[in-house]
Nanobody
Framework: QVQLVESGGGLVQPGGSLRLSCAAS????????MGWYRQAPGKQRELVAL???????NYADSVKGRFTISRDNAKNTVYLQMNSLKPEDTAAYYC?????????????????WGQGTQVTVSS
């Protein structure tokens, strides 16, 4: 399976910025879609942003105009630039990748999650 490792979380004041990174590693795979989700205490996990292999992106209404998702396909890495952060952005942020695994037999479509990185927005 593909392993996802996130980095870049931390504590930031309201109005500040953070950049999250998520690197995928493994063998014989091709990533179709990568995205970021978040989960605040007591709430369900929600989509933040998605980036497909054809370059299209999708954002939750709550982060449009403030967050930007980007991909480096050569590095199998996805980034989330977060600007104008608000206290309500405080959550654990998780990276997700949908990919095709190649090997013996037919290709398999799979999904992996990162371990999560905490983002806290507070003064």
């Amino acid at each position: 399976q593909v392993q996802l490792v996130e980095s870049g979380g931390g504590l930031v004041q309201p109005g500040g910025s953070l950049r999250l990174s998520c690197a995928a590693s493994g063998s014989m795979f091709k990533i179709n879609q990568m995205g970021w989700y978040r989960q605040a205490p007591g709430k369900q996990r929600e989509l933040v942003a998605l980036a497909t292999s054809d370059g299209s992106t999708n954002y939750a209404d709550s982060v449009k105009g403030r967050f930007t998702i980007s991909r480096d396909n050569a590095k199998n890495t996805v980034y989330l630039q977060m600007n104008s952060l608000k206290p309500e952005d405080t959550a654990a942020y998780y990276c997700n990748a949908d990919y095709v695994m190649y090997g013996l037999g037919l290709p398999k479509t799979l999904s992996s999650w990162g371990q999560g990185t905490q983002v806290t927005v507070s003064s």
